[in-house]
């Protein structure tokens, strides 16, 4: 074995776990025996072994570690998800906020120059800050509207008792006097015309309608309760609250319980929310027990404290800025443009209620227990250039049987749509506040 010594490689007979090396021996070559220089040598390697597996066996724990820390953090991930998932929040606001207050504008633009003119082409937006209002945008009409009346007709319906906003403003005057509403408005572009009157549609973009069968408005539970509770509140007789206010349900679809009830009251300086707080929960508890729910949910009412200064005084107002507010509480989808302040010539407005219109129609007929519909346009265009259908698994029948259905009884041009759903006669101040659907005597809800 001496001889074969010279960095060969072989393994020793003797010890084969060994192998030789060009410095020293490993094995005695007399008897198997370690030589001294093979002793050091052999207790250098089992050291270095020995090292070896002592890292390999700590970074095995702390890799093993690392992967039961990061199966924890998955889980518990897992697990905050799944308790997000099932409690939905939703919300309303009243007409007196300030953004609701320019919707109304908007539509009692539009719904009178439709009376007077079916062919009015209408598109409106409204700003308002503290009492200074300016009406924008584009009018071609056989009727000129008295802008001031109608904006005097909206604050009317808000109840001007109730629009004081804690300020020393007599607003019966201060909007009618000098420039205090200013009027931007023109005819609508030709270039538009030239589709419209085709009967293209007025404008490109995409419109949802969703209906759920959880209530009887076909709408989420969560966001009629906060409608329901807004309703309440405004017909309350008390003077101490004023227009502006805000609710907020969550609702816990896997126990069917609410959570959470959130609202923000506007009310008089001479009053704290301490001084009103059983009758803001008393409504909470009628809004729920009206929707059959529970009432052993949290009551949050005025978080901030006092709510005196609100509406355009806290806050500048814009048309269009509550979408989720006139739809669905932010549940199913909504589309790119606002709905009030348009002539149904516009599809932000018809493409969205035609939506609505087949998922009610869908969910009613027990096709499907929870329904949404979206439709695309291209300006100029009559016919859309999609439509798609989403029942999120609940559906009684298939997807085939659910697109002929649409195809064979809805048509889906804006002329179309606008003859049959008699949008020229429709009263649009009926959903310029608290949502333009799941309300009696709509077209697109009957």
Not at 27 to 43: I, L, T
Not at 286 to 299: I, P, Q, R, V, Y
Request: with cysteine.
């Amino acid at each position: 074995m001496g001889d074969d010594k010279g960095g060969s490689g072989k393994g020793c007979q003797v010890h084969p776990g060994i192998r030789r090396c060009d410095e020293v021996d490993i094995c005695d070559p007399c008897g198997g025996g370690f030589s001294a220089a093979a002793f050091v040598w052999s207790h250098f390697c089992v050291n270095r072994l020995v090292a070896q597996a002592g890292s390999l066996s700590i970074r095995h724990h702390e890799r093993s570690g690392e992967r039961n820390q990061r199966i924890k953090s998955r889980e518990e991930s897992t697990e905050r998800e799944n308790i997000m998932s099932r409690i939905i929040t939703c919300e309303q606001v009243s007409n007196g906020h300030p953004d609701k207050i320019c919707d109304q504008i908007a539509d009692a633009i539009v719904t009178e120059c439709l009376q007077h003119d079916p062919k009015s082409r209408v598109a409106i937006e409204v700003l308002i800050k503290d009492n200074h209002i300016i009406i924008a945008g584009e009018l071609t009409s056989e009727h000129k509207p008295d802008y001031k009346a109608l904006v005097y007709q909206v604050f009317e319906r808000i109840g001007m008792q109730k629009m004081d906003y804690g300020k020393a403003v007599d607003f019966r005057d201060s909007f009618f006097l000098g420039p205090d509403i200013g009027i931007l408005v023109k005819e609508q572009s030709p270039d538009i015309a030239l589709g419209v009157d085709k009967g293209g549609a007025g404008d490109q973009g995409m419109m949802f309608g969703y209906a759920t069968n959880e209530t009887a408005e076909l709408l989420p539970i969560p966001f009629v309760v906060a409608t329901r509770f807004l309703q309440i509140l405004k017909a309350h007789p008390s003077r101490m609250f004023r227009a502006d206010a805000k609710a907020q349900v969550s609702y816990d679809y896997e126990s069917g319980k609410i959570t959470t009830f959130l609202c923000s009251v506007q009310h008089s300086p001479d009053v704290d929310p301490a001084d009103f707080r059983h009758i803001i929960e008393g409504i909470m508890v009628l809004a729920a027990c009206e929707n059959g729910l529970n009432t052993d949910f949290e009551k949050l009412v005025n978080p901030t404290g006092r709510f005196v200064i609100g509406g355009s005084f806290a806050d500048c107002g814009v048309t269009g800025r509550k979408l989720a507010c006139d739809t669905y509480g932010g549940v199913g989808h909504i589309g790119g443009g606002a709905m009030s302040g348009k002539d149904p010539s516009k599809v932000d407005r018809s493409g969205a209620y035609a939506a609505r219109k087949i998922a009610v129609d869908i969910v009613r007929a027990g096709y499907a227990d929870k329904c949404e519909v979206q439709i695309a346009y291209a300006i100029g265009v009559a016919e859309p250039v999609s439509i798609y259908i989403e029942t999120f698994g609940t559906e009684h029948q298939d997807k085939a049987f659910l697109e002929a259905f649409v195809r064979e009884n809805y048509d889906l041009t804006p002329k179309g749509i606008i003859k049959s759903l008699d949008l020229l006669n429709v009263d649009y101040n009926k959903v310029s506040a608290y949502g333009h659907f799941g309300k009696a005597g709509l077209p697109w809800e009957s």
